[in-house]
């Protein structure tokens, strides 16, 4: 009897967009270590802006699919938007998404999810 070989589970590859204290308040190792075991990101790349002259940030840009996004997010524009050709999800670690999220992201059939609800308890105590 042949047994076929189970499909083989693939991470899918991430970039990090917003600003580096973002990055750094949110993404500390272990949480970094946590978004590792289910996204395969490009190591050392941080996107401050999406126009910069980077042939690293080109190229990992090129390959994403994922969007790993927080605050100091640049606006996904057409220019940026052609520049992630595989891009299928924008996941933001905060709430609203009207910043960055243009309507060519839309446009595009891009899945968008957001922390808003998590969020929601703690900026109700914070205020």
């Known amino acids: ?12 590859r991430t970039v990090l967009a917003m600003s580096g204290e973002t990055c750094a308040a949110i993404l500390a190792p272990e949480a970094l270590d946590r978004l590792t075991r289910v996204a395969d990101l490009v190591p050392g790349l941080l996107v401050t802006d999406f126009g910069a002259d980077d042939p690293a940030q080109r190229t990992g840009l090129h ?10 997010c640049p606006p996904l524009g057409p220019a940026a ?7 299928r999800a924008v996941v933001h670690a905060a709430g609203s998404v009207k910043h960055h999220i243009t309507q060519d992201v839309w446009d ?9 609800t998590a969020n929601a308890f703690p900026v109700a105590e914070y205020t």
Do not use: D, Y
């Not at 390959?63 to 100091?72: K, M, Y």
């Not at 938007?81 to 891009?87: G, V």
């Open 1 to 12: 009897m042949s047994h076929s070989a189970a499909p083989q589970r693939t991470r899918p």
């Open 63 to 72: 390959e994403a699919e994922v969007l790993f996004t927080g605050w100091g």
């Open 81 to 87: 938007l052609s520049a992630m050709p595989r891009l």
């Open 108 to 116: 595009r059939g891009i899945a968008v999810s957001t922390a808003a």
